[in-house]
């Protein structure tokens, strides 16, 4: 079962815009992570904000969180062709399992 | 440091034949995960261990699906007999510590099932 829903679930852009893709959940969490998966490749990991937490920031990276509204968004800024990959956003729960959403596909063209 | 490695990358089997998938964790890492990934989905968790002790295999087949991770390191995962709907990618991933935590993963095998 996938408790994260990540909105759109595909989006394409050109480079150099800002990407913001969403992430909705169910139950209550003690973290919220974000993954990136290039085409073929395992996860990696990108950021992680806890449940006391609304914002944060890494590089290019910016991750909101909304508790009570159960949702968070990833912004990617100045987006690079590089960054061409699917966006997993990833709910750890009370039970602390990692429980990831469908993804969002992002392209962006040179 | 090496990461997370599995092997193999690529596997195509018949309908009913077994297979097995070997995952070695980053080092140091007392955590192991193996995760389904269907197309176009996002991971779905077969299997975590701490260290030895298998602590969630609440969606592990266990009709056909099984693993071990003997001696806390290295992890096998069997499926036997393999169905059409087997097909995947199947993910292994590690990390420091069982709580609030990172996950490490590795390329992942893809396993077609004719």
């Known amino acids: 079962s996938q408790q994260g829903e990540e909105d759109p679930q595909a989006l394409s852009i050109q480079e150099g815009e800002n990407a913001t893709m969403n992430c909705s959940y169910k139950t209550s969490i003690n973290n919220l992570q974000w993954y990136r998966q290039n085409s073929g490749r395992g996860l990696v990991h990108l950021i992680l904000?806890?449940?006391?937490?609304r914002e944060k920031h890494s590089g290019r990276l910016r991750v909101t969180l909304d508790t009570s509204k159960k949702s968070s968004s990833l912004l990617i800024t100045a987006s690079r062709a590089a960054d061409t990959a699917s966006y997993f956003c990833?709910?750890?729960?009370?039970?602390?399992?990692?429980?990831f959403g469908k993804g969002t596909l992002l392209t962006v063209n040179p | 440091e090496a990461g997370v490695v599995q092997s193999p990358r690529y596997k195509i089997i018949e309908k009913k034949q077994p297979v097995a998938f070997w995952c070695n964790p980053i080092s140091g890492h007392n955590t192991l995960y193996w995760y389904l990934q269907n197309l176009g989905q996002g991971p779905e968790l077969l299997i975590r261990?701490?260290?030895?002790?298998?602590?969630?295999d609440s969606q592990l087949p266990k009709d056909r699906f099984s693993a071990e991770r003997l001696k806390g390191v290295d992890s096998t995962l069997k499926i036997q007999p393999a169905e059409l709907g087997d097909s995947a990618v199947y993910l292994c991933a590690s990390s420091a510590t069982g709580g609030a935590n990172v996950l490490t993963f590795g390329a992942g095998s893809r396993l077609t099932v004719l």
């Open positions: 261990y701490e260290n030895e002790e298998a602590v969630d």
């Open positions: 990833a709910t750890l729960g009370s039970n602390y399992k990692l429980t």
């Open positions: 904000i806890r449940s006391n937490e």
